[in-house]
């Protein structure tokens, strides 16, 4: 008998940024993702407004809020804390389908987009939060891939099976003899899909009122559950914003586990609602 053993490597590398090339039209993997999560975010949220008896056309429209205040305001905040890349080039600002958003900045200009359009439609904020919540995250899981394409967001050099291939002119300078680096995007990727999944069978068995959620949980799930996971995989990454010692998305992350928890036991502990942008005697959501 003849035993086939089957390597357990499972080592990967980027096949390159371009998606189609033809001619002067290019589309790029990082652009081609972002699109996608947009398409499936509008659709997504648009279903879970109907099961609320939220009006999907809302939802339509707050995307297109979502997508001018969180794209811009992630490329900024990237910018920001990478400026001396920016700084004798700031023609390279924009070229933001070479990559370089931070999705902490998305969701910095998310929320602001979010409470405007609340405050204009008189609609409660923490109801569109969390209806936008699931799709925002499966958004993020999209997202990373383009990471993926880019060769950019690994973590440190290891030999794990499923390490990731990054070539030369990707790596520091401090660790360009290494090959193979922790596939960051991915672990963060498979952590959001699980916080997808966390967050569809919380909305659904609200549903069926075993237990009813009180508005605003799906958001703060969010955070909290979100920044728990990033924060752990920040600590592998070679290319983390800095200010000053700080890594800026452990700090962030920090914050979001605090505001998540203590927005929970506000709801549950103290059986209060969440401050919002309309009174709650405004909160009906608007037909138009």
């Known amino acids: 008998m003849t035993i086939v053993t089957l390597p357990l490597a499972l080592s990967f590398a ?17 652009g081609f993702l972002i699109a996608t999560a947009v398409l499936i975010g509008v659709t997504l949220s648009q279903f879970l407004a109907k099961r609320r008896n939220v009006n999907p056309d809302l939802m339509g429209d707050l995307i297109l809020w979502l997508v001018v205040g969180a ?5 900024l905040y990237y910018v920001l804390f990478q400026w001396e890349n920016y700084a004798d080039n700031p023609g390279q600002i924009v070229a933001i389908w070479r990559g370089g958003i931070a999705i902490h900045g998305a969701i910095i200009g998310g929320a602001i987009a979010t409470l405007i359009f609340a405050r204009l439609k008189r609609i409660p904020f923490w109801q569109l939060a969390d209806l936008v919540a699931p799709s925002l995250i499966l958004g993020q899981a999209i997202g990373r891939w ?9 973590g440190r050099p290891t030999d794990l099976p499923w390490k990731l291939y990054i ?12 090959q193979y680096f922790h596939p960051t995007f991915l672990y963060e990727s498979l952590w959001n899909l699980a916080l997808f999944a966390l967050l569809l069978f919380l909305f659904f068995r609200d549903l069926q009122g075993k237990p009813r959620l009180k508005v605003g949980t799906l958001f703060l799930v969010y955070m ?6 990033r924060f752990w995989i920040e600590g592998l ?7 000053g010692p700080l890594r800026m ?8 586990i605090v505001l998540g928890i203590a927005g929970l036991v506000w709801l549950y502990g103290f059986k209060r609602p969440l401050p919002d ?10 037909s138009s």
């Open 146 to 154: 383009g990471n993926f394409f880019n060769s950019e967001a690994f």
């Open 224 to 229: 909290a559950v979100y920044s728990c996971g």
């Open 71 to 75: 794209i811009p305001m992630a490329r």
């Open 249 to 256: 998305a452990q700090f962030v992350s920090l914050t979001g």
């Open 167 to 178: 070539p030369p002119e990707s790596r520091p300078f401090q660790y360009v003899g290494e």
């Open 14 to 30: 980027s096949p390159g940024q371009l998606l189609v090339e033809i001619g002067p039209l290019t589309i790029r993997w990082y």
């Open 237 to 243: 990454r070679l290319d983390s914003l800095m200010f």
């Open 277 to 286: 942008v309309v009174s709650r005697s405004n909160g009906e959501p608007s």
